[in-house]
Every structure is written in structure tokens, then in C-alpha cells.
């Protein structure tokens, strides 16, 4: 028996038989606490005398109609599937039935404020939950516009993908919202959220000329603390961005953003209503890295609108490309449309730093990961989906061109709107504009796991010049693909109180070794960091000099994406054990007191722990836990009060105190 799975093999022979037109969609919300009514009418065209099923799962089936003959739903329903036999060219499926409210975030979830006692409901149909609200084939690519009608208590306000229209008053108090069909979208991003929550409203012009209203909500005993001009200015500045490098409008009619209470992800991008986790209203002081990490996930779901939602992958298996597409393209938002200029700083110290250490876990597993089925997706939502996938894709565009990349992702969008693609779709884009052969990049870089490390080998003459700079390529034994990246390398030199860049060049590096002609005859520096600029996904090393340098002098570096390069190479060559953990130590207290990136701050405290914890030699682990709360005390104390850095290192002492 299936129970609530489904296999891909299943939704490719259900594609192969039904085309979906539309849903009309009828909930009754006055039902009480338990359950809600739900009434779907489904029309689709089918190979005529054909079986399928649909899915729903509902405490109760009250009527199924299939084209006028009622079908016994004692006979048909069982294991979250309706079996449809005897199909139509035409067909219309009717189903009547009772969903269950949850606690747990999928479906309909509903809250009750204990601050208040009001009622609010959301719901969350990623990845196969639209089918515990309504009738569904529920999969990806059998798209369907969606028409909601809502009935709730008068006083509530009901949010759904379409601008939420005036409610007709109903008996006792209730109303019912008759919301305009959707365009043609997956399941999946179809959404509802009902309740007394609050909100304020606001607009935008597209760049097609079309007025765009905006909205944010939240709960009522929340609102005081939510900052929704901000959150509007964020959205405002993601919009122009996005319609001018994807030279393609804003596709739905309006754009809500909602902040829902128990919400068990970051957020969710919904077409058009956008809901968020409570955590991003902020109730008390917060770090730097947390504000910026609200900007990349406002930003993040903003980008789902085009990458996502007008464009859907065909099945969960290019799930990675939807969210590491999404984690690219707001890092670069945030980094050129807002204050948050230095976002690849952060995306270096927390998204690298995550895919980096889940790349090398034994649960590490290609980019482009097997999905036969739902319970496959479930296990692949993690660090290489998002934060691999994410660094993949920042290297893809730099081994095509940023400019190629965005022409080519412009040319996926016209082409594919509003329809379902494949991997292969956006590479044949990525050819065309860059003139690159992606197919063997794509095999080497998503269908193979493990991360390589790159290292500098360099060859002195007697006057202090390079007689010979190449990159070794490595890789563990067992990932032993070696790959292409395009790099940076970068030379740094103490000039007076600081470490400058006084030298950059940009390759290619394939292959176990490359020699780099052009750093010959240059004078060896203080400092040679690969990965210059942060393009490539590898671990890099720092040679002896290098490593000394950075202990002395990395505050000394203005540029903090190069400082937040140096504070992971370090790191790496510690837990490797290719490093003294002692020095490591001594590297974090000497620098880190003068770093000024929060993310950088918060990533590199968190190590700074382990290796005083674990890595230092157990006979010296005593004497440097009391070095490090020392410093860290001492590091609070001298910090601004009331600063983002003061927090972080008062909280990062009363850690290394407890």
C-alpha cells in the first residue's frame, strides 16, 4: 500500500495520462477546531478510458463525482489517494470532504494566541501537503489555475496567491471571500492564510508599467514590534533589481509577505503570499547577522517568484536548483540593491562554511541527489541542497559570466513561463550566451559529492622573486573527481598598518596541477590567497608564511571578504589537522576583536569554541578554555556598549564560562 508516498514512476504515468485546467476550491472555515470543510471541483482533460488517482488526505469523504456519476468513496478512498477510473477526454471531478486542521506546520496549521486567545491560520503545502486542504494531483508539473473561495468569520482577514477581494457578509457573523483564479501554477505554492491578524498595506509600479499592491501582516500581539517599513523598502529595492537583471516583469498580481506563528522553515514562497517564521519580527536586540539574514531571506523568497514559481522544476529532484538558484540570486541582491554591501562576506562564513562541513559527513551526497519518491525529498532538504547548491551556482556563473549568466537566465524565463523544466533547460540557456560546454561542468560539479582543496606550490629564486606558482588540486578518496573552477589568486603585502592587495589574477584551473605563468617574476608576498574574490567551492590552504602572516596581521586586511577567506582557510587547515589548534586559537583572539562583519564574528566565536574544546591537545585544553573566556571578557569590556560586537562576545564568554 502507498499510505501518503508517491513515487516519481507513479507521477510520470499519471502526467503521461492527465492534463489539469483548473480548481475550484471551497473552504469553510466556521467548522470548529478540528475540522474545516472542503469542496474541490477539478477539471482536467485525460487519454480517454484511462485510470488515475488524485490525492487527498481528509478525516472524512462525503461525495465524489466523477463527470456526473457519483463514485462510493467506501470503495475509492484509501491511503491519501481517490481512484479515478473510466476517464474522459473531459473530465470533471468533484470531491467532498473534511480536512483536519495540524499543529505541526503542514496543511492547514492552526494557532491559538495565548496572549489573546485569537485564532490564526496558515497554511504550508511544500512538498506534498496542498492534498490535506483539497482534492489535488499533487505533483509539480500538472499545473492548474486555482480559484479559492473562502468562507471565515467576518472579522478575520484571508489571504490567498490572488488580491484578496471584498468579502460578501454571511449569517452569524461570517463572510465569504471569492478570490480570482490564479495563473497557470504547482500546487505547491497555492496558499491560505486566515485569521485577525494585522496588517498594513503599500504598492509598487512594475517594470510593465502595472501598479503592484504590497501587504505585511502579523498577529496582533506581535505587530508593535514589526518593522514593516523596512520590510516594504527591502521588497521595493528586490523588485527593481530583479525585473531589470531578469528583463522580465513580476509575474503575479500582488505581493503579500506574512509572518505566521510555529512556522517550521525560514519561509515560504508561496506565489504572490509569501509567509515567514515570527523569528524575523524582533521582539529584542539582535545581531547584525540576524537583520542581514532577514534582508537574504526576504530577498530569497522574492527571487522563488520567477525561479520557482513562474518556472517549476518537473519533478523534486531539481528541488536544489530551485532553492540554490533562489540563495544565489538574493545574496546578490542584498549585496548590490541594499546596505548589505558585503552579503558574499556572510554567504562565505555561513552558507559556505555549512556546505563545506556537510560535504564532508558521511551523509554527503551529489548536488543533483536521486529522488525516486516523497520520503526521498525529505532526506535531501539540507546543507548541499541549499549552501552547496548555492556556492555551485555562485561558481557557474562565474565560469560563464555574470553577464552570461543573468542573459541566460532571462532567455529560461521567457521561454519556460509559466510552464515545467528540467536541469538541462537552464544549461542549454547558459551555452548559448556564454558560449561554454557546460554538460561535462554539470557532470563533475552536481553528480558527484565531496569538496576538493586547492593549495599553493611556490618556487622562490634567490632575489625573492616566483620562479614557479602553480595550484595543486586535491580530493578525497572517496570523491576523487577532480574538477574545473574558475579562481582568483590574490598577493597581500604589509604596506605600514595595513595588508593591501597589491596583486590579482583570475583563471581557470582544471586538473591535478596548473602552473600560473603570470605570477612569475613577481615578488613572493606576505601573503598568496586562493580563491581571491571567492568564486570557486574548495577548501584552501595557506602556506607556512601566509599562515604566520594572517596570525600577525589579518585585522590588518580592509577588504572583509578576504579576511572571512582567511579566517576559513585557517580553519580548515586546523580541522584537518594540517594546522596547530593552538595557533588557531592565537589567530582568532589576536584578530577578532577588530573583524567588523557580524556572520564572520558569530561563525568564527563558534569555532573558536570547538577548537579550544576538541582540538587543542587535552593536556593544554584547561589552560587555553581560560585563556579564551579571559580574552572574550576582555574583548566585551573593550567593545562599544551597547554594540553588535559586545553582544557577540558576551555571549560567546558566558559559553566558554559555563
Known sequence: MPGENLTRLEAQERRAVVDTQSYAITLDLNRGAEVFGSRTVVRFTATEGASTFIDLIARDVREITL?????????????????????????ELVV???????????????????????VYLYSQFEVPDSRRVFAVFEQPDLKAEFQFTVTAPAAWKVISNSPTPQPEPGDDGTATWTFEPTPRISSYIT??????????????????????????????????????????????????????KFSYPYPFAKYDQMFVPEFNAGAMENAGAVTFTETYVFRSKVTDAVRERRVVTILHELAHMWFGDLVTMKWWNDLWLNESFAEWASTIATAEATEWTAAWTTFNAMEKTWAYRQDQLPSTHPVVAEINDLEDVQVNFDGIT???????????????????????????????????????????????????????WSKKWLE?????????????????????????QTAPADYPTIRPHRLGIGFYNLDGSSLVRTHHVELDVDGDLTEVPDLVGQKRPDLVLLNDDDLAYAKIRLDERSL???????????????????????????????????????????????????????????????????????????????????ALWDLALEAPSGSDSQLQFATAFAAAAA
Request: charge should be negative.
Open 67 to 91: 463527470n456526473g456519476r457519483s463514485i462510493d468513496p467506501a470503495v475509492a478512498f484509501a491511503d491519501s489517494r481517490i481512484a479515478l477510473d473510466g476517464l474522459a477526454a473531459t473530465n
Open 96 to 118: 467532498d470532504a473534511d480536512g483536519v486542521y495540524t499543529n505541526t506546520g503542514e496543511g492547514l496549521h492552526r494557532f491559538v494566541d495565548p496572549v489573546d486567545g485569537e
Open 191 to 244: 496558499a491560505l492564510v486566515a485569521g485577525p491578524y494585522e496588517a498594513t498595506y503599500s504598492e509598487l509600479t512594475s517594470a510593465s508599467g502595472r501598479v503592484i499592491p504590497l501587504g505585511v501582516f502579523a498577529r496582533k500581539s506581535l505587530w508593535q514590534h514589526l518593522d514593516a517599513d523596512y520590510v516594504f523598502e527591502k521588497t521595493r529595492q528586490g523588485f527593481a533589481y530583479y525585473e531589470e
Open 386 to 440: 541549499y549552501a552547496k547548491g548555492g556556492s555551485v551556482l555562485k561558481q557557474l556563473a562565474a565560469w560563464v559570466g555574470v553577464e552570461a549568466f543573468f542573459a541566460g537566465v532571462s532567455a529560461y524565463f521567457a521561454k519556460h513561463e509559466f510552464g515545467n523544466t528540467e536541469l538541462t533547460d537552464l544549461l542549454v540557456e547558459l551555452e548559448a550566451t556564454s558560449g561554454r560546454e557546460l554538460t561535462a
Open 448 to 472: 558527484t559529492a565531496g569538496v576538493n582543496t586547492l593549495s599553493p606550490a611556490i618556487t622562490e629564486g634567490s632575489d625573492g622573486t616566483i620562479s614557479r606558482f602553480a595550484v595543486v
Open 548 to 630: 604566520q602572516t594572517a596570525i600577525d596581521h589579518l585585522s590588518k586586511i580592509s577588504d572583509p571578504l578576504a579576511r572571512s577567506l582567511v579566517w576559513g582557510a585557517a580553519w580548515d587547515q586546523t580541522r584537518d589537522a594540517e594546522a596547530s589548534a593552538s595557533d588557531y586559537v592565537d589567530l582568532v583572539l589576536r584578530n577578532i576583536g577588530s573583524e567588523t562583519e557580524s556572520t564572520t564574528v558569530r561563525t568564527t566565536l563558534a569555532q573558536l569554541q570547538l577548537a579550544a574544546n576538541a582540538y587543542v591537545a587535552p593536556e593544554k585544553r584547561e589552560i587555553t578554555r581560560i585563556k579564551v573566556a579571559d
